[in-house]
């Protein structure tokens, strides 16, 4: 499934791919992403839908910790592969601007 | 396209023939009400305050003034009869599912900027984002409530309100993913119904 690639999208993706073996829990990465919460939390249920994410709520006593359960998020091996890949071609320059670039060179 | 059998394409009819009377009737009064508002004394600053206008009653009077064909209350609901009829068409040759899910990105972006804007107004309240998580499917509700309830333990209590504007102006765009794969579903269902 094709997904849109905003830019808080490829914020998300970034920092999920940056600790690939380790879950981030919604606050940390909004701290990593520099995303409000709420905003990171549609993109992760997006990512979900795609398949390009699992979530994990946390396995604890909230009574015990004192502090409700958090929900972690992983990159699953498909998601990590077709994330690399969607940002890549979202890093790379539309050939519309390319075109653009070599015509602005060929009249200077 | 895909074709509705009659009865079906019938009912999708009778449903958005209702919606758009409702909606007319709806904004024949809204019209009124502006109307009343924008022209008497003391409605002026109420239609400011309630953002129908950002001018001052007397301002609106010099610009009707100065217009040759100064615009009436209802003049709008020809505009949204138009839209509706047009609505109505698409939604009957092509079958309301189908319709939705094909704009489905556009929605998205709709119900972004309706939060966005819905965050600017209010002073943000936690009560919100409780009956935000009413109006979600089940399955939905538990995973957002366990979201805003551990960002909310966690984060300092300076950047608390910060969190809950965040969660709210993203709330109509969750509802929307939210409902977006169950109604799939269904109009789905509908459609493969309706070509048997």
Known sequence: MALRMTVQTQLVVQALLRHPDRELYGLELAEETGLLPGTAYPILMRLEDAGWVIRRPEDIDPHEVKRPPRIYYRLTAHGAQQASAALAAARRPKPAVLRRLAEQEGTA | ?196
Request: proline share 6%; aromatic share 8%.
């Open chain 2, 1 to 196: 396209m895909t074709v509705l059998r009659p009865w079906r394409r019938i009912w999708a009819g009778v449903i958005f023939g209702a919606a758009g009377a409702a909606a007319l009737a709806a904004a024949w009064h809204l019209g009124r009400l502006a109307g009343k508002l924008g022209t008497s004394p003391a409605g002026g600053p109420a239609a400011c305050y309630l953002g129908m206008c950002r001018q001052t009653t007397r301002e609106i009077e010099q610009e009707l003034a100065a217009m040759r064909h100064p615009p009436r209350p209802g003049d709008g609901i020809a505009v949204l009869a138009f839209m509706i009829l047009m609505a109505g068409l698409l939604m009957i040759t092509n079958a309301a599912g189908q319709v939705l899910c094909g704009l489905g990105e556009h929605w998205e972006g709709v119900t972004a900027t309706i939060g966005r804007a819905h965050a600017q107004w209010q002073v943000p309240a936690t009560r919100d984002l409780w009956l935000l998580a009413a109006l979600m499917p089940a399955g939905q509700r538990e995973r957002w409530l366990a979201e805003i309830l551990s960002a909310l333990h966690e984060a300092g209590p300076g950047s608390r309100r910060q969190i809950i504007r965040g969660f709210r102006a993203n709330a109509p765009r969750v509802l929307f993913l939210a409902w977006g794969a169950p109604l799939r579903r269904a109009a789905r269902r509908w459609l493969r119904a309706s070509r048997r």
